[in-house]
């Protein structure tokens, strides 16, 4: 494909930032689902246990670590990609 | 007109061309999303989050998914590609809806 121009560029680089919220967004969406699946399954109550508090959170930073952990990864296996070093 | 607006004058838009770069992103990021998505479910321990951060395995695990699903596409990319893969033989429910432009072509 040939390369975009200037305006071009500007033009995608817009789309790409729209996609990138709405992504993020759901990205957050799932991160909660996940998290309140795994952690709260007692609804004798309204509030929170402290359990299911420090669940949450612990699920949630996990969840932040896996995404970022992914994210690397998967950089390095394009730019090996790529680089045609890849097997 | 598009010479005097923004900030590239005389530089045309190609909506054709931002179109295919949009498909082409789309690839990219379904395919993140979708080592995201298996990956958590074949790493991350569901019971107890007794810790924060990620354990040795859940890491190991981790950079070995990304690995292997990357590897596996190609495998299949390949394979699917010896027999012929394609939206005619393997989306044909389209064919209905296009039809009247094919059959001129043909």
């Known amino acids: 494909m040939d390369a975009l121009n200037a305006k071009e560029q500007q033009d995608f680089q817009k789309l790409v930032?729209?996609?990138q919220m709405k992504d993020f967004m759901r990205l957050y969406s799932s991160l909660v689902?996940?998290?309140?699946t795994d952690c709260v399954n007692d609804f004798t109550s309204s509030k929170l246990t402290n359990k299911e508090q420090t669940c949450i959170l612990k699920c949630s930073e996990k969840f932040l670590k896996h995404s970022e952990r992914v994210g690397q990864r998967f950089q390095e296996q394009n730019a090996a990609m790529s680089q045609?070093?890849?097997? | 007109m598009s010479m005097f607006m923004g900030s590239f004058p005389g530089q045309e838009?190609?909506?054709?061309?931002i179109d295919i770069a949009e498909i082409q992103f789309n690839a990219m990021?379904?395919?993140?999303?979708n080592i995201l998505k298996t990956c958590l479910e074949k790493c991350i321990s569901r019971d107890?989050?007794?810790?924060?951060?990620l354990a040795k395995g859940e890491m190991c695990c981790i950079d070995r998914c990304v690995a292997k699903i990357h590897y596996s596409n190609r495998v299949i990319g390949g394979f699917v590609q010896t027999k012929g893969f394609g939206p005619e033989t393997y989306l044909r429910h389209y064919n209905k809806f296009q039809d009247t432009g094919e059959s001129?072509?043909?």
């Open chain 2, 48 to 53: 107890g989050y007794g810790e924060g951060d």
């Open chain 2, 13 to 17: 838009v190609s909506q054709e061309k």
């Open chain 2, 29 to 33: 990021n379904s395919t993140f999303n």
């Open chain 1, 33 to 36: 689902e996940r998290c309140f």
């Open chain 1, 84 to 87: 045609g070093l890849n097997r």
């Open chain 2, 104 to 106: 001129q072509k043909k």
């Open chain 1, 17 to 19: 930032e729209q996609k």
